[in-house]
């Protein structure tokens, strides 16, 4: 079940890098930024680069350290 969970973390992270750069109703619907922010904007837009990577380092360190 770990591994699950973690590899979902890794996807969600890529979308989330892919949510800073690419504008497709699915990325869109995925970002992070609009979650949090009331008015999410393209200044906002690079969060969704940072949490990514963090979510999907994470998630791959995870899987990678069992």
Do not use: C, K
């Not at 969600?12 to 800073?20: K, M, Q």
């Not at 869109?28 to 690079?46: C, G, H, K, S």
């Amino acid at each position: 079940m770990d591994i699950v969970v973690n590899a979902g973390a890794v996807a969600y992270g890529v979308t989330l890098v892919l949510a800073s750069v690419i504008r497709h109703p699915i990325t869109e619907a995925m970002r992070i930024d609009a979650l949090f922010i009331p008015q999410a904007n393209e200044r906002t837009r690079p969060l969704n680069l940072l949490f990514g990577l963090a979510i999907a380092g994470y998630g791959a360190w995870s899987l990678i350290s069992r």
